[in-house]
């Protein structure tokens, strides 16, 4: 069976994304000299391909599957299944914004005063729809990068990505409105998603990659309990009798082989593999938070 082809943005999101891979069970080894990338799965066959063109290449089917903003898949207006939001970015867990930002000296004060003005970008087309919905003609000019010098000599005003709004400060620019905003969100092809095994290991990718997103910033704790004892534990902690914890330990095996095992364990359950109404978040957040801890055999820890 061949591998599912898989996408990882370069760029911005390129460390970030192999963070969340490494939490999810994953091992993504880069090569400088190459686009393609080693995974510990031989399921999976990785490209490292700018975030930009991520959603064409999936549209293409070039690729199965791959992770991108959703302003991208808008810019470039291909014809992709979202599988998930991932809302994690450069610096971290979150979104971002395109906005609108002039100098802080400048006049402009809403959308409407940029008419007949420069705007610089690397959106074009989210910018022109932009304007289109504010009823104002301008001359949008694409910009190769470094998009924050442009102004005032070169733009009248820019369409810049911000996380934060630092950098936007640091070059004294002021933001006059906010055009989209986006998430990294995790894309498939019609194709890839209309095979049952790809769509499987398409959905089995999705739901560890949401749990280690959702598993940050939280911690587990494992107890050894006398049976006699539970129901204190239980009323302490606030949690019904009707979830049972399963802790798994397989010291032959990776996170993403172990918890393939957990999924197909909850699909047989009638609230399903994703149920959030369960403590923590359900099988996608335990997974995704897992962490190994080694522990010997009658040790009583």
Known sequence: MNPLRLGIPKGSLQEATLRLFERAGWHVVLNSRSYHAGVDDPELSCLVVRAQEMARYVASGALDAGLTGRDWVSETGADVREVIELAYAKQGLGRVRWVLAVPEDSPVQSPRD???????TEVVRL???????????????????ATEVKVPQLADAIVEVTETGASLRAHRLRIVDTVMESATVFIASHEAWADPWKQGKISHLAMLLEGAIGAMGKVGLMLNVRREDLAGVLEVRGFGEDW?????WNPDGSLAEMSGNGTRIAASCARGALDDSAPGGGLSAFFGGCVAVPVRTGSGR
């Open 114 to 120: 940029l008419e007949g003005k420069v705007i610089a």
């Open 244 to 248: 049972v914890g399963i802790a798994i």
């Open 127 to 145: 910018t022109e729809r932009y304007l289109e919905r504010h009823v104002v003609r301008a001359r949008v000019e694409f910009s190769w990068g």
